[in-house]
T-cell receptor, first 116, second 114 residues
Framework: GAVVSQHPSRVICKSGTSVKIECRSLDFQATTMFWYRQFPKQSLMLMATSNEGSKATYEQGVEKDKFLINHASLTLSTLTVTSAHPEDSSFYIC????????????FGNGTRLTVT | AQSVAQPEDQVNVAEGNPLTVKCTYSVSGNPYLFWYVQYPNRGLQFLLKYITGDNLVKGSYGFEAEFNKSQTSFHLKKPSALVSDSALYFCAVRDRTAGNKLTFGGGTRVLVKP
């Protein structure tokens, strides 16, 4: 089945630094990938839709300059958290849909970001 | 706008008993409906989906769900729960006429006790 690989699985960084998270579709091409954020014991909140070869579409309230998304190829999207602060600490999950429009999303295993 | 409601934050069930996780949805058009399961510190795993056709959908690990259009529900069921089914379950909906956005319910934690 379709596999989405997300790296790193866990990262700790200091306040003010930037962190890059990679999301790869391993056995299918994904023109669209999605980035979610999940707070403890809460549901997934869509942050942005990443489109290969074009600008990402951000959800209302998500700062595009803080959460930089690059979808440079059909198998790779990156999320960079710039100038991270402790309130950015969260679980970030990427997903991609392969094949037809009614195909399910396949999720990466998530990245636990802790900003100290 | 589309939305999903999972009315129960947690469901407790004894191993071997039937398990039901409730989900209701709201979309303006016809829905695609999904169930996902999440284990601690992991991403979501796809369980099953309803696109069209038979209202009873069978999925992974013995789970099934029934699409009920009149009640706008898509409850997840398993006839005999296992301790290993303990996890966080998410229902999700996508309006097939409203683009790619998938909306998740708040999640239901399932605890299966031996």
């Amino acid at each position: 089945g379709a596999v989405v690989s997300q790296h790193p699985s866990r990262v700790i960084c200091k306040s003010g630094t930037s962190v890059k998270i990679e999301c790869r579709s391993l056995d299918f091409q994904a023109t669209t990938m999605f980035w979610y954020r999940q707070f403890p014991k809460q549901s997934l909140m869509l942050m942005a839709t990443s489109n290969e070869g074009s600008k990402a579409t951000y959800e209302q309230g998500v700062e595009k300059d803080k959460f930089l998304i690059n979808h440079a190829s059909l198998t790779l999207s990156t999320l960079t958290v710039t100038s991270a602060h402790p309130e950015d600490s969260s679980f970030y999950i990427c997903s991609a849909r392969g094949g037809q429009n009614n195909s399910p999303l396949h999720f990466g295993n998530g990245t636990r970001l802790t900003v100290t | 706008a589309q939305s999903v409601a999972q009315p129960e934050d947690q469901v407790n069930v004894a191993e071997g008993n039937p398990l039901t996780v409730k989900c209701t949805y709201s979309v303006s058009g016809n829905p695609y409906l999904f169930w996902y399961v999440q284990y601690p510190n992991r991403g979501l795993q796809f369980l099953l989906k309803y696109i069209t056709g038979d209202n009873l959908v069978k999925g992974s690990y013995g789970f099934e769900a029934e699409f009920n259009k009149s009640q706008t529900s898509f409850h997840l069921k398993k006839p005999s729960a296992l301790v290993s089914d303990s996890a966080l379950y998410f229902c999700a909906v996508r309006d097939r006429t409203a683009g790619n956005k998938l909306t998740f319910g708040g999640g239901t934690r399932v605890l299966v006790k031996p």
